[in-house]
T-cell receptor, first 112, second 114 residues
Framework: GENVEQHPSTLSVQEGDSAVIKCTYSDSASNYFPWYKQELGKRPQLIIDIRSNVGEKKDQRIAVTLNKTAKHFSLHITETQPEDSAVYFCAASMSGYSTLTFGKGTMLLVSP | DAGVIQSPRHEVTEMGQEVTLRCKPISGHNSLFWYRQTMMRGLELLIYFNNNVPIDDSGMPEDRFSAKMPNASFSTLKIQPSEPRDSAVYFC????????????FGEGSWLTVV
């Protein structure tokens, strides 16, 4: 089955800095890669996703890049703000009859 | 839409007691998932249903856990008997399909077994 590795497990940045979280996946058949944000005590919520037919996608301060050859994808957050502090999960899914496999999560702390 | 609805939101129970968690998926979604989240193991998929049929229950930790989906708008996850190591947040989630679609999570059921 699919295996998703996520790094780092924790990340501390100063407000205004950029943050990058990286994930690798094992199955080259995977073609859907969402990112979820989970604030303390809340549910995971989708913030951005990318499909295998594109290499990059942006939404305001967040962007995701995908390298299918290397089987890795990354989340980039620019101009970080304290409210970006949360746990971020990457995930991967194959087409057809399969589910999302999640990474272990990255706890991002943005200090004012 | 009200989103995925779970109950109870919080439950504290004694070891050995039966626990039943409930979930109402988003109307029109035909896939439903039960996840367990702990600090040590992260988000674990326990079981998922497609069109009310259990597709993969390989994530169910042991026979003490069971899940049902009697109709398209309701699912239960039961633990009997419960143990302290079952303490976790249990999330129900739904999606319009199996793969390549956004999964929407409920608020979670926070279970503490003492």
């Amino acid at each position: 089955g699919e295996n998703v590795e996520q790094h780092p497990s924790t990340l501390s940045v100063q407000e205004g800095d950029s943050a990058v979280i990286k994930c690798t996946y094992s199955d080259s058949a995977s073609n859907y890669f969402p990112w979820y944000k989970q604030e303390l005590g809340k549910r995971p919520q989708l913030i951005i996703d990318i499909r295998s037919n594109v290499g990059e996608k942006k939404d305001q301060r967040i962007a995701v890049t995908l390298n299918k050859t290397a089987k890795h994808f990354s989340l980039h957050i620019t101009e970080t703000q304290p409210e970006d502090s949360a746990v971020y999960f990457c995930a991967a899914s194959m087409s057809g009859y399969s589910t999302l496999t999640f990474g272990k999560g990255t706890m991002l702390l943005v200090s004012p | 839409d009200a989103g995925v609805i779970q109950s109870p939101r919080h439950e504290v129970t004694e070891m050995g007691q039966e626990v039943t968690l409930r979930c109402k998926p988003i109307s029109g979604h035909n896939s439903l998932f039960w996840y367990r989240q702990t600090m040590m193991r992260g988000l674990e998929l326990l079981i998922y249903f497609n069109n009310n049929v259990p597709i993969d229950d390989s994530g169910m930790p042991e026979d003490r856990f069971s899940a049902k989906m009697p109709n398209a708008s309701f699912s239960t996850l039961k633990i009997q008997p419960s143990e302290p190591r079952d303490s976790a947040v249990y999330f129900c989630a739904s999606t319009p399909g199996i793969s390549g679609n956004t999964i929407y999570f409920g608020e979670g059921s926070w279970l503490t077994v003492v």
